[in-house]
């Protein structure tokens, strides 16, 4: 019996144009309608995921930053897990030497020494007077300085355009992974970024963090993505699902592949999970 549903976002409930369908908003009435609790779990930051939340038209848990951000009722965190503020620093200096675009995130704004707007396109908010984000955006020529000064902490790091570097793609993960991946939990929600959290957070872990102050057992939980991000809750969920457009990876962990992100693969899932709930 599935008791709760968590779902990536993009590439999942959103098109490729970052918005949400008809189909997955219908996919989640219907596990409304079942009793079942939906949690949305991406990498995107709080506010983004709250924003997205109300497109939807539910509301409910909330895991943020790949995990390391937990809300219990959507609205107010809960739980968050840190990067030290000596890896952190460390992580700039990094790209800084090898010149990577990066940028990182508080628990609820997004900081950068210099903005790129497509790379934040996604946290567009679309409307007809003027242009606005999800989040806040805060530019400073030294921001890790600046964040730490406004005794804030960061919760996530993002590498960005790795694929469009001199240096081999391969070259900066493995850089990467020598000096951090003792340290600092390394994923990717695409193949041109890299995104660096606190080694214990994942959206597994904090789903199941979730499940034990709900009292529901981790074999109750099915589990939705697309993305290398996403391999550890669709491989330690009861009932794991990829969507047709997912990473080969992911779907070699998966229980069941559906349908694309434009084609209602998260729909399919839903119906998927209500059929074999009736025979349990």
Known sequence: MIKLFAFDIDGTLLDNTSKVTDESKKALAKLDDAGIKVVLASGRVFPSIKYNQKLLEISGPIVATNGSLISLDGREVYKSYYIEE??????YE??????????????????TNRLNLDRIKHLKIDNDF????????IIKNDPVSYLINQGKKAIKFQISGIDEKDMAKEKIIDLLEKEFGEDLYITASGDSLLEIG????????????ICDKLGIYTSEVAAIGDAYNDIPMVKGAGLGFAMGNAKDKLKEVADV????????GALEAVNYVLEANKNV
């Open 86 to 91: 000596r890896l952190l620093k460390k992580l």
């Open 257 to 264: 592949i559906v349908a694309d992100n434009e084609s209602g």
């Open 94 to 111: 990094f790209c800084l030497d090898y010149k990577m675009d990066f940028h990182f995130y508080d628990e609820e704004n997004y900081y």
């Open 198 to 209: 606190n080694k214990n957070a994942t959206k597994w872990t904090s789903i199941e963090e």
């Open 130 to 137: 003027g242009m606005n984000y999800q989040v806040d955006l």
